[in-house]
Structure formats: structure tokens, C-alpha cells
Antibody, heavy 119, light 108 residues
Framework: EVQLVESGGGLVQPGRSLRLSCAASGFNFADYAMHWVRQAPGKGLEWVSG????????GYADSVKGRFTISRDNAKNSLYLQMNSLRAEDTALYYCAKDSYSYGYSDYWGQGTLVTVSS | DIQMTQSPSTLSASVGDRVTITCRAS??????LAWYQQKPGKAPKLLIYKASSLVSGVPSRFSGSGSGTEFTLTISSLQPDDFATYYCQQYNNYLLLTFGGGTKVEIK
């Protein structure tokens, strides 16, 4: 059974940093691209970042480019999102999502970890 | 970047109704389009990929069509379990994705 479990969310002050993790199990993690998708309270889905199976290719939404860094550790079956210079508008539920392969649509999602940026 | 525009943003319908949701891309994405269903407090669920391919286990009342810049999600006979929010998502580049704004399907 595919499982994606996010962690690392919490309350953080504007300008500070936070690192999210996603622990994957139930599939061969190293074979698949992965994504972070967020959802602000009461709002729609926003793709944040994606990473290829080996970490060699990465993409970011314009809203986080230069502030967020995605990475993965295939030996640990884990995906990460380093978030720096956080802003109030980064407040959201952050989902880890497994790509169907390296196509761009996600067939499995975690339950999300909540990030709240507030002073 | 490719923008995705969904309409309507809210839709009121009754059980048994035929429901259609439209998604338009700002440029051609061939058929690289997925549809998701999201219920309150839950993660999104993949329904359709490649514009019209139904995910295994998804009821056949759901169907997708379109190519290029215009796409539709149709629910042929709305069921109580279908009241949810639906999102389209383009994947013309698998590392530069965009979601539509969402369509909330409400009970009339």
C-alpha cells in the first residue's frame, strides 16, 4: 500500500525557515518523480515544486522560486522541502504527491502538513 | 507559464443531473490534462488523466474529453458521493504544473 506521510509543519514567524519532510513507502520511491502541492485555507490547489526520480531535474512555481528548495534522498525514501524567507502568503496545507511516473499527474497524495506563517 | 481557467467556480445540481465542468488552457497542452476530486478535509483524488483516461476504480459516470486548450469533465448522473470540489491540472511539462481554480459542486 502506497503511503506518503508529511511532517515538519508548524507555526513560524515571517522571514524564518522551515523544512518539510515526506516519508514514502509501498512503492519503489527511486523510480518516480515527486511533487509538493499546497492549499491555503479555503483556497484551491497550487503546485509548489517537483523533482525528477534522481533529483537531476527540478521545477518551482514562480511564487516560491529562490526561497524554497526541493530535494530527495532515495536511500531514505524521503522527499524534502526547505522553505526560507517565509511569508504570510505561504500559510497552507502542504501535500506531498507521487507522480504516476514522470508524467506530471499525481496518483497518490499524503494527508498534508500545515504551515502557518504569522508573527 | 500556462494558466488554467475553470468554469463555473460553483455549480448547484441535484442527484441524477448531468454535470459538465470546463477547463481552458492559455496555450495548447495537447491532451496532458488531469482531473481531481477533493472532499473537505481530504487529499485530492485522481479521477482522469490524459484528458479522457479513467483511473481504475473510478465510476464510469465520470468522463473527460477535449484536447488542445479546451477540456470538459462530465458526470453523467450525479450521485450523493459526487458532491465535492473538482480541479483540472495541466502537465505539459511534468516539472511545471498548473491547477485550475476549482469547481465546487453543491447540492441544489
Amino acid at each position: 500500500e502506497v503511503q506518503l506521510v508529511e511532517s515538519g509543519g508548524g507555526l513560524v514567524q515571517p522571514g524564518r525557515s522551515l523544512r518539510l519532510s515526506c516519508a514514502a513507502s509501498g512503492f519503489n520511491f527511486a523510480d518516480y518523480a515527486m511533487h509538493w502541492v499546497r492549499q491555503a485555507p479555503g483556497k484551491g490547489l497550487e503546485w509548489v515544486s517537483g523533482i525528477s526520480w534522481n533529483g537531476g531535474s527540478i521545477g518551482y512555481a514562480d511564487s516560491v522560486k529562490g526561497r524554497f528548495t526541493i530535494s530527495r534522498d532515495n536511500a531514505k525514501n524521503s522527499l524534502y522541502l526547505q522553505m526560507n524567507s517565509l511569508r504570510a502568503e505561504d500559510t497552507a496545507l502542504y501535500y506531498c504527491a507521487k507522480d504516476s511516473y514522470s508524467y506530471g499527474y499525481s496518483d497518490y497524495w499524503g494527508q498534508g502538513t500545515l504551515v502557518t506563517v504569522s508573527s | 507559464d500556462i494558466q488554467m481557467t475553470q468554469s463555473p467556480s460553483t455549480l448547484s445540481a441535484s442527484v441524477g443531473d448531468r454535470v459538465t465542468i470546463t477547463c481552458r488552457a492559455s496555450q495548447s497542452i495537447n491532451n496532458w490534462l488531469a482531473w481531481y476530486q477533493q472532499k473537505p478535509g481530504k487529499a485530492p483524488k485522481l479521477l482522469i488523466y490524459k484528458a479522457s483516461s479513467l483511473v481504475s476504480g473510478v465510476p464510469s459516470r465520470f468522463s473527460g474529453s477535449g484536447s488542445g486548450t479546451e477540456f470538459t469533465l462530465t458526470i453523467s448522473s450525479l450521485q450523493p458521493d459526487d458532491f465535492a470540489t473538482y480541479y483540472c491540472q495541466q502537465y505539459n511539462n511534468y516539472l511545471l504544473l498548473t491547477f485550475g481554480g476549482g469547481t465546487k459542486v453543491e447540492i441544489k
